[in-house]
């Protein structure tokens, strides 16, 4: 109201209403089409052509309104993204790269962690075939939905779903991963390298996809330097660092130790490592230690950990890109895999 009591123009809009799409379709001299795609996939539209819309949404002040959006084209522009255990440091960059590239196209991002629940699966299965999302990206390593719901019944799930990081064997969906196998014979040429002979192996669990593709590559390389498996050398893991500090704690029982390990996460080798310094066992003067991710913590640890990098922020990216190409009707490479990095540190060393 102003002063004498009359009614003050709305922003945009000559009746006092508030600003529509049509107004501001009109004001940048675009379609509605236009406007819609400008907000929903930038990426469709030309850089001047989006300037334009935004500019004039703030000149008359229009707020999009996601449900009415959400109604009319049957979408809740939502993605949901499945972890195994959002607790390992190891998805954070994964989870930005997503996040990010989700944004950018405008959908929003929902995390399912199944924290190794059936129960929590199911109820994520039931979740997506609701329609409450438009597609998944699949962290866990299998198909999600073939867990039973709440009443029993198999969820039926028909929308978009890719695979990232564990590769899903026979599922017809793009597959985003590394190459494990050959960043494991990488690494364990690299130990060779440094004249280690007795090179341990410690496990991640034995049914995870990562885990059969790693210890591959392991075998690969003592192969490819004349060095024999032995099975007395493979240590059982579960990528967690308790699993690390129960590893170290075999191998100070032992009457003769390895001279090199090669973990296959860095959480192990941090926890196999601290074991070792607490009990007088120097790494990597006595026992040369590394591990596979490069997450965060690698790179500050004592001694700075030697490990396999994975682009974990490019892969999270990449298959967002691929789920959005398939939620946009846009063809994807049924498998993408990204390039590994040997990163040399201080925990490794040669052999005396």
Known sequence: ????????????????????????????????ATV???LANPNLVSEETRGRVLE??????YVPNPAARSLRSQKTYMVLVVLPNLANTFFSKILRGIEETLFEAGYGMIIGDLDGSPEKEAHFAGFTAAGRVDGAILLNGHLFGQSRNAKGVPASINIPLVALCEAIPGAAIPQIEIDNRAAARRMTQHLASLGHRRIAY????AENVLEKERIRGYRDGLRTEGLAFDPDLVIK???TVESGVEAGRDLLSRSTRPTAVFCTSDEMA?????TLHSSGVRVPQDISVAGFDDIEFAAVADPALTTIHQPRRELGQAAAAALIDLLQGRTTPERIRLKTELVVRDSTIPLA
């Not at 004039?56 to 002040?61: E, H, N, P, S, T």
């Not at 410690?202 to 669990?205: H, I, M, R, Y």
């Not at 941090?270 to 601290?274: A, E, H, T, V």
Request: hydrophobic share 35%; no cysteine.
């Open 202 to 205: 410690l496990t991640g669990p």
């Open 270 to 274: 941090i926890g196999l490592m601290r």
């Open 237 to 239: 893991g579960d990528y």
């Open 36 to 38: 819609s795609r400008a």
């Open 1 to 32: 109201m102003s002063k004498d009591g009359r009614k003050t123009r709305g922003r945009g809009d000559e009746m006092g209403r508030a600003a529509r799409i049509q107004d501001v379709a009109k004001l940048a001299e675009v379609s509605t």
């Open 56 to 61: 004039a949404i703030a000149k008359i002040g």
